[in-house]
T-cell receptor, first 115, second 114 residues
Framework: GDSVTQMEGPVTLSEEAFLTINCTYT??????LFWYVQYPGEGLQLLLK?????DKGSNKGFEATYRKETTSFHLEKGSVQVSDSAVYFC??????????????FGSGTQLTVLP | NAGVTQTPKFQVLKTGQSMTLQCAQD?????MSWYRQDPGMGLRLIHY???????DQGEVPNGYNVSRSTTEDFPLRLLSAAPSQTSVYFC?????????????FGPGTRLTVL
């Protein structure tokens, strides 16, 4: 079945540091890929997405490129802020997931940014 | 436009009690889902619906029932609560715009079963 593997957390960085959170996936066919962010006490919010190979999703300074050859969708940001502290989830949506409308999530990576 | 709303935000139940978690969306999305979130396990799909009158099971459906009588509402019922159902529950509404299946999540219901 489909699966998403995320970099183990927690991750602690100083403000303005470079961020990478690794995400790899297993899926048949051609999944869409997503990064969601969850701030404390809130639901998940879509951060960015990519629907086909070599697509780059970007939002709020975060970027991720859909790499089909390495089945990866790593999240990056050049300079993190304290306000980026949250849990980040990588997810995929694929036809093989029983329904094309459902998501398979990674386990999440807790990011803490220190001033 | 309120998006996806969930009630209650917090709930404490005793083992064996029943309750309904409410979920509503005002975006006219056909697809809705319920997930539970447990530490270190990400989100797991409980049930989903592809439209009014149509529901199906997800990864962890046991102990939960759903119905979808209208496009807007998708309640989740716990028939006889168990401590293993202590979790945070999220409802999601699914958009298919832009060619990708982005989901919009509610704020969650934190449930504790004693």
């Amino acid at each position: 079945g489909d699966s998403v593997t995320q970099m183990e957390g927690p991750v602690t960085l100083s403000e303005e540091a470079f961020l990478t959170i690794n995400c790899t996936y297993t899926a048949t066919g051609y999944p869409s890929l997503f990064w969601y962010v969850q701030y404390p006490g809130e639901g998940l919010q879509l951060l960015l997405k990519a629907t086909k190979a070599d697509d780059k999703g970007s939002n709020k300074g975060f970027e991720a490129t859909y790499r089909k050859e390495t089945t990866s969708f790593h999240l990056e940001k050049g300079s993190v802020q304290v306000s980026d502290s949250a849990v980040y989830f990588c997810a995929l949506s694929a036809i093989s997931s029983g329904s094309a409308r459902q998501l398979t999530f990674g386990s999440g990576t807790q990011l803490t940014v220190l001033p | 436009n309120a998006g996806v709303t969930q009630t209650p935000k917090f709930q404490v139940l005793k083992t064996g009690q029943s309750m309904t978690l409410q979920c509503a969306q005002d975006m006219n999305h056909e697809y809705m889902s319920w997930y539970r979130q447990d530490p270190g396990m990400g989100l797991r799909l409980i049930h989903y619906s592809v439209g009014a009158g149509i529901t199906d099971q997800g990864e962890v459906p046991n102990g939960y029932n759903v119905s979808r009588s209208t496009t807007e509402d998708f309640p989740l019922r716990l028939l006889s609560a168990a401590p293993s159902q202590t979790s945070v529950y999220f409802c999601a509404s699914i958009s298919t715009s832009g060619g990708a299946r982005a989901q919009f999540f509610g704020p969650g219901t934190r449930l504790t079963v004693l």
